[in-house]
């Protein structure tokens, strides 16, 4: 019987002007999620959001990855850290959500963690003789800042991300992208496959149709350039009209040149994290699957700093989230669709288009960190 894997496995063996669509059990099967847990979430680097979020001591927020749950925060020495979210007593999750606290204060019977992950008191434990404070602190978990992003891993031998990433760093030098300021971060559930959620974002391809109530009729599909992926990452990127000024490069930006000053670049960082980053505003999404059925998804973004003294650009930015949310509605609906297709009988995958480059590299990836053995077709360029 053939398995998932290897069903990916024959999928991705075709050259690219071959490509068809990742087969339905990939999406689907129990089987593949629980495979992907281990072999993607559990060993690469997941990002939790920006910096610019954790900005003050005891800024915090929480997540959930390959089922651990999570605690990244600034402690007081204005150092990012990660730990595990779970007590050392009872075993309840201590923090929700995202805030600021000056101590971590578990809900149930009130042990309380400093900033630092050590354990600063425990009530009524002085009758247990065994009990010693200083052996309970919250386990460590990897935390690094890269370029105002903020990854943790699970992984203890991930390459560090600035390794991991350099051809990104590179790629968008000029757009500075450790100065630019979140503003709006959201947190939504959608009845889809995380991949499906990533390929949408991967390609153009869909901009007409999908999005013809809102961007659609923007979408110039001849002007998008599909590069071949690299190891860790694809792109590919799209011209905007200067009519959205702050898609464009602000005056005092003498970091981009030419067409660089209206150029956006739709990043696609492995496994999830997806960045439309224009040389004026950004936003993501940083993705995570619960179950096949369902993807938990960190959707936020912000300006950059170089426009952060322009009025004007101030309310483009509260336009352009109206704009995003109308988006996200076309969105939702248009892959919570492609899901309920491809779970049909007999749903069988097409060949893919020349503006579908970055699913077909992605798939290429996936199937590396299935099998570390496979060689990909073309993991860094024709």
């Known amino acids: 019987m053939t398995t998932p894997i290897d069903a990916l496995r024959n999928n991705v063996s075709a050259p690219f002007d071959e ?4 087969p339905p059990a990939v999406y ?9 847990v281990e072999n993607v979430f559990k060993t690469s680097w997941f990002c939790v959001g920006r910096a610019s979020a954790l900005a003050k ?6 997540c959930e990855l ?5 605690i990244v925060l600034r402690d007081k020495n204005n150092t990012l850290r990660a730990y595990s979210n779970v007590c050392r007593h009872r075993m309840s999750t201590l923090l929700h959500g995202r805030g600021n606290t000056k101590t971590i204060v578990c809900p149930y019977h009130a042990w309380t963690y400093n900033l630092d992950g050590s354990l600063r008191g425990a009530p009524a434990m002085n009758g247990n003789k065994a009990f010693c404070k ?3 602190s919250l386990p460590d978990i990897r935390c690094e800042d890269w370029l105002g992003w903020v990854f943790i891993s699970l992984n203890p031998d991930a390459r560090p991300v600035a390794e991991e990433l350099s051809e990104v760093a590179d790629l968008v030098d000029g757009y500075d992208m450790t100065n630019y300021t979140e503003t709006f971060f959201e947190e939504h559930l959608w009845d889809t496959n995380w991949k499906v959620l990533a390929e949408n974002f991967m390609e153009s391809y869909h901009l007409p149709v999908c999005h013809a109530g809102t961007i659609g009729g923007l979408s110039k599909l001849d002007e998008m350039i599909c590069p071949p992926g690299r190891k860790a990452f694809n792109y590919h990127t799209i011209l905007k009209d200067e ?6 490069a602000h005056p005092s930006n003498d970091r981009l040149e030419g067409e660089e000053r209206r150029t956006t670049y739709l990043l696609a960082i492995y496994p999830s994290l997806l960045i439309t980053l224009t040389p004026g505003y950004f936003w993501y999404l940083s993705l995570h699957p619960k179950g096949p059925g369902q993807v938990q998804i960190r ?3 912000g300006m950059s700093d170089d426009y952060k003294d322009d009025a004007e650009a101030q309310q483009h930015l509260i336009d352009l989230k109206t704009l995003l949310d109308e988006v996200n509605v076309e969105d939702r609906g248009c892959t919570e669709k492609v899901y309920r297709g491809l779970s049909a009988e007999g749903a069988t995958p097409g060949h893919l288009s020349h503006l579908e480059r970055p699913n077909y590299d992605f798939a290429q990836y996936l199937m590396s960190r299935m099998d570390p053995s496979f060689q990909p077709v073309s993991a860094s360029g024709d």
Do not use: K
């Not at 490509?19 to 990742?22: D, I, L, P, T, V």
């Not at 390959?66 to 999570?70: D, F, L």
């Open 19 to 22: 490509a068809r669509a990742m």
């Open 28 to 36: 689907t099967s129990d089987a593949f999620h629980d495979a992907e």
């Open 57 to 62: 001591s005891g800024d915090y927020v929480t």
């Open 66 to 70: 390959a089922g651990q749950p999570i």
């Open 134 to 136: 200083n052996h309970y």
């Open 243 to 248: 009519s959205l000024r702050i898609a464009m």
């Open 299 to 301: 959707f936020g973004g």
